[in-house]
C-alpha cells in the first residue's frame, strides 16, 4: 500500500523567506503527484500537477519537482507572504482509477509577518 | 460559477441515527469522490462515481452508501451513525480521473457523532 508522508507537520517562517515542503512516498510506481493548498475550514485547492513523464512544474512564486526514483517531491515557494499560510497536502496516484489517489497529512506553514 | 457546494457546514448526530450529506457540482464533471478527512491524518476516499448510475467503493466504504441519479448531485448517506464516522467529509468533482486531472473541492461538512 501506499503510504504518504509529509514532514514538518508544522513549520513556521518570517515574511520574505524562501521555504521548501517536503513529500516522500513509498512506492516509486506512481502516475502523478499534486500538491494542494487548505485553509482552515475549507476545501482543498489544487495548485500544481506533476505528470509522469514531467519533473516539475511552476506556477508563479511556486515550483514543484517530482524524483521518482528515490520516491520524493518538494514544493519550493519563493519570498513567502502571510498569505501563504495554510496547509499544504500532496496527493500520489500510484495507477488508473479514482482509487489509487493517496494523500499526505500535510504541512501547517504559518508565515509571520 | 459555484462549483463545488456541500450542505451542511456542521451536523452533530446521535449514535444510531442517520443523514445525508449532500453534494452539487455544475461544472458538468463526470467524475465525483467522497472523502473523510481525520484529524492530523490524509483524506481518505469512501466512495466514488465516474458518471450518473455508476458508482463505486473506496478506501473506507463501510457505514455509507451513495447514489448518482444526476451529473451533478453526489449525496452520501450515513445509517446508523457511529462516533468512529465524526470527522470532516469532503466532495470534489474532476472532468477526468483523480490524479490525472485537477479535481475541485467543496467547502465540506463537519460532522460529529456523539
Known amino acids: 500500500k501506499q503510504e504518504v508522508t509529509q514532514i514538518p507537520a508544522a513549520l513556521s517562517v518570517p515574511e520574505g523567506e524562501n521555504l521548501v515542503l517536503n513529500c516522500s512516498f513509498t512506492d516509486s510506481a506512481i502516475y502523478n503527484l499534486q500538491w494542494f493548498r487548505q485553509d482552515p475550514g475549507k476545501g482543498l485547492t489544487s495548485l500544481l500537477l506533476?505528470?509522469?513523464?514531467?519533473r516539475e512544474q511552476t506556477s508563479g512564486r511556486l515550483n514543484a519537482s517530482l524524483d521518482k526514483s528515490s520516491g520524493r517531491s518538494t514544493l519550493y515557494i519563493a519570498a513567502s507572504q502571510p498569505g501563504d499560510s495554510a496547509t499544504y497536502l500532496c496527493?500520489?496516484?500510484?495507477?488508473?482509477?479514482?482509487?489509487?489517489?493517496?494523500f499526505g497529512t500535510g504541512t501547517r506553514l504559518t508565515v509571520i509577518p | 460559477n459555484a462549483g463545488v457546494t456541500q450542505t451542511p457546514k456542521f451536523r452533530i448526530l446521535k449514535i444510531g441515527q442517520s443523514m445525508t450529506l449532500q453534494c452539487t457540482q455544475d461544472?458538468?464533471?463526470?467524475?465525483m469522490y467522497w472523502y473523510r478527512q481525520d484529524p492530523g491524518m490524509g483524506l481518505k476516499l469512501i466512495y466514488y462515481?465516474?458518471?450518473?448510475?455508476?458508482?463505486d467503493k473506496g478506501e473506507v466504504p463501510n457505514g455509507y452508501n451513495v447514489s448518482r441519479s444526476t451529473t451533478e448531485d453526489f449525496p452520501l448517506r450515513l445509517e446508523l451513525a457511529a462516533p468512529s464516522q465524526t470527522s470532516v467529509y469532503f466532495c470534489?468533482?474532476?472532468?477526468?480521473?483523480?490524479?490525472?486531472?485537477?479535481?475541485?473541492f467543496g467547502p465540506g461538512t463537519r460532522l460529529t457523532v456523539l
Open positions: 470534489a468533482s474532476s472532468r477526468g480521473l483523480a490524479g490525472g486531472d485537477t479535481q475541485y
Open positions: 506533476i505528470q509522469s513523464s514531467q
Open positions: 462515481s465516474v458518471g450518473a448510475g455508476i458508482t
Open positions: 461544472m458538468n464533471h463526470n467524475y
Open positions: 496527493a500520489v496516484e500510484r495507477g488508473t482509477g479514482a482509487n489509487n489517489l493517496f
